[in-house]
């Protein structure tokens, strides 16, 4: 089976006036990302899951998954 890897780019806005987001915006850069990813994972990922097995039934020839 051959696998085409494939992604989606997420950006999140912030308000840097909210207390969250400066507290958010503190911590170095790649701390920023690992913590919004993890929430997309987490959140987002099962939800999709509706989606996706709706998009897989019947299928002929592909075959797709969400790799967390």
Request: glycine share 2%; aromatic share 2%; proline share 6%.
């Amino acid at each position: 089976m051959k696998i085409v890897k494939h992604s989606l780019q997420f950006i999140t806005e912030l308000d840097e006036t909210d207390p969250t987001a400066q507290r958010l915006l503190a911590l170095p850069e790649q701390m920023q990302i690992a913590m919004l990813e993890g929430m997309l994972k987490e959140l987002l990922a099962p939800a999709l899951k509706p989606a996706i097995d709706k998009l897989n039934e019947n299928n002929s020839f592909a075959t797709l998954k969400v790799i967390i």
